[in-house]
């Protein structure tokens, strides 16, 4: 009962929030705004085409990622309650999705097409997208309270894009072929804290918020994002890679530590407190 609790407060697609049903409001609004940014993502994999040397992967790879994101989207809604309708927040945070969802498509290109070489041009268009995506995070948690639309979906929906985003920057910089394959586990590690969760059910206890993950992530986007650019000497980007990688160890270290010195009980009341507080400011 007691791992039945956690998994209900920790996964983003929850079973026991879908027998509540979702707004018919809320669910035109999530899907034309689903709709609209899909669409917004084909037009711009189009024009890409028409610049660069692509394939049919790479809009394969965009659109079936964005395709999953759609399903968790619209599996997930039920925790927007009571909220009748998508909002900004998320549509900043679906914006940074469909971002997300083009740098997986270029990744496709360079790992399978054999055409798209990772010139200055590729370069920059990537660090122009991924600096987009990154100036979005945050935006959408303070347009969530600014606009009374906070909710543990929003929040969800947030971290599961910041991951995916994450994921694919570092898998980016490991084909500039600059960086080891190490760089790597700075977009697996989060995957690996939460299949901890599925293999020792207290791993997945709720988390405080802190500010600490907030920033470390930060940086971590911005050294990738460095690395990626190639502003600085390549020497100097694998070292602020590795610090990036060890700030990422050493705070998912801190939480895994800190799990592993509650009960079940105790956390999950003191993450829902800080969750209220945090939503009503």
Request: aromatic share 8%; glycine share 8%.
């Amino acid at each position: 009962m007691v791992t039945k609790t956690i998994r209900n407060e920790t996964s983003w697609s929850i079973s026991g929030h879908r027998k509540n049903p979702v707004p018919s409001s809320l669910l035109i609004s999530a899907v034309s705004q689903l709709a609209l940014i899909g669409g917004a993502i084909l037009g711009i994999a189009v024009l890409l085409g028409s610049i660069l040397p692509l394939s049919w992967r790479g809009a394969v790879a965009a659109l079936s990622c964005y395709g999953v994101v759609t399903a968790l989207v619209v599996a997930s809604l039920p925790r927007h309650a009571p909220h009748h309708s998508f909002g900004l927040a998320n549509s900043v945070t679906l914006t940074r999705a469909s971002l997300t969802a083009l740098l997986w498509g270029i990744l496709a290109e360079l790992l399978f097409g054999n055409v798209l070489v990772l010139d200055f041009q590729v370069r920059w268009l990537l660090v122009f997208v991924a600096t987009a995506a990154l100036l979005s995070d945050g935006l959408d948690g303070w347009a969530a309270r600014r606009s009374g639309m906070a909710s543990d979906f929003g929040a969800h929906f947030d971290m599961e894009v910041d991951a995916l985003f994450l994921l694919v920057l570092s898998m980016l910089v490991y084909a500039t072929g600059e960086i080891g394959d190490w760089v790597i586990a700075s977009g697996v590690l989060r995957y690996a804290f939460v299949l901890s969760g599925y293999v020792r059910p207290q791993m997945a206890m709720p988390l405080l918020p802190l500010w600490r993950r907030k920033i470390i992530c930060v940086l971590q986007f911005t050294v990738l994002i460095v690395a990626l650019a190639r502003i600085v000497p390549t020497a100097a980007a694998q070292m602020l890679c590795l610090g990036g990688l060890a700030l990422l160890c050493y705070s998912f270290a801190a939480d895994l530590i800190w799990l592993a010195s509650k009960s079940p009980s105790q956390s999950i009341e003191q993450a829902r407190c800080q969750r209220r507080s945090k939503l009503l400011h």
